[in-house]
């Protein structure tokens, strides 16, 4: 590991997805002297955990870009970095079960097409078309968009860092931010288990742990945790690795 340095253009706190992505697309952009601290390993947040589904349709506009701008992004990063980041575009398919909800997603199909995202509106028979093994008793109607997919979170946090290093950004982990020096309303030092480090710009990526972090300067950062639940099972006949993700 390269020696810790007392002076950085810009600090980013966290190795999880969005910290590692917060350094690649900095460096790309030809920003020089960044670092990401984590204090533990790349990826040993909650992006270890994430099941990986990609899916870019959100009730926001710019948020729906966004993630089209990922979908992009996946699909070449490995070519510039060498690293795999297990994208798959097996299509994502929302399901309406009653009349409002069939609305919401007529009204979503309208969105995503104004913003070039490609977007279906099927009948329960086409949806089952796409998903054998679903009961279409109580389908309304379904949206499927083409271009949705999954990918290994873990692996796309590699590659990021590994794109974001090749472009010269700096990587500390097992290096815990335990403080800030405040002036004139700005952070000016960050400090950490192995030192400080003056800085001009701090980016908090620091996910479920930003707020704590946030509250240690005054700054209130509106994110709380929210439980996700997941099962494994044993194969199921009939779900296959190539089916769409269907979303409720
Ligand atoms: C079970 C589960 C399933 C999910 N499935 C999906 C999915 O299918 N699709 C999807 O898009 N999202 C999914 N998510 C959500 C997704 O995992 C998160 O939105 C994403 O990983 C957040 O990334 P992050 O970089 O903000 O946070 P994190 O990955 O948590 O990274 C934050 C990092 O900051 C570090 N850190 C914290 N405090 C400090 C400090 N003081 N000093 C240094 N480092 C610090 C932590 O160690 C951590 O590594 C899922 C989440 C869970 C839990």
Redesign the pocket.
């Known amino acids: 590991m390269s020696e810790f340095p007392t002076h950085a253009r810009v600090v980013i706190?966290?190795?999880?997805?969005?910290?590692?992505?917060t350094a690649y697309h900095l460096a790309k952009l030809g920003w020089k002297d960044t670092i990401v601290?984590?204090?533990?390993?790349?990826?040993?947040?909650?992006?270890?955990?994430?099941?990986?589904?990609?899916?870019q349709l959100r009730s926001n506009a710019n948020i729906t870009q966004l993630l089209g701008e990922s979908v992009k992004l996946y699909k070449t990063l490995e070519q510039e970095t060498g690293l795999a980041t297990g994208w798959k575009m097996n299509g994502g398919l929302r399901l309406a079960c009653n009349e409002e909800r069939w609305t919401e997603v007529r009204r979503q199909a309208t969105t995503a097409r104004s913003f070039g995202l490609e977007m279906h509106l099927l009948t329960p028979r086409e949806a089952l078309d796409l998903w054998p093994l679903m009961d279409i008793s109580d389908l309304v109607g379904a949206a499927f968009l083409p271009t949705d997919g999954?990918a290994n979170?873990s692996d796309i946090?590699a590659s990021l860092a590994k794109g974001a290093r090749m472009h010269g950004a700096r990587i500390f982990e097992d290096?815990?931010?335990?403080g800030f020096k405040v002036e004139n309303g700005r952070v000016t030092e960050v400090q950490?288990s192995r030192g400080t480090v003056q800085c001009e710009i701090v980016v908090n990526?620091?996910?479920?742990?930003?707020r704590?972090?946030g509250a240690k300067v005054g700054v209130n950062v509106p994110l709380v945790s929210v439980e996700?639940?997941?099962m494994i099972t044993e194969q199921i006949a009939g779900v296959t690795s190539s089916l769409p993700t269907a979303r409720p």
Do not use: N
């Open positions: 706190i966290g190795g999880g997805i969005m910290g590692a992505s601290i984590e204090r533990h390993k790349l990826t040993s947040g909650t992006t270890f955990h994430a099941a990986g589904l990609v899916g999954q979170p946090t290096t815990d931010v335990t950490t990526c620091a996910g479920q742990w930003a704590e972090l996700h639940q997941y």
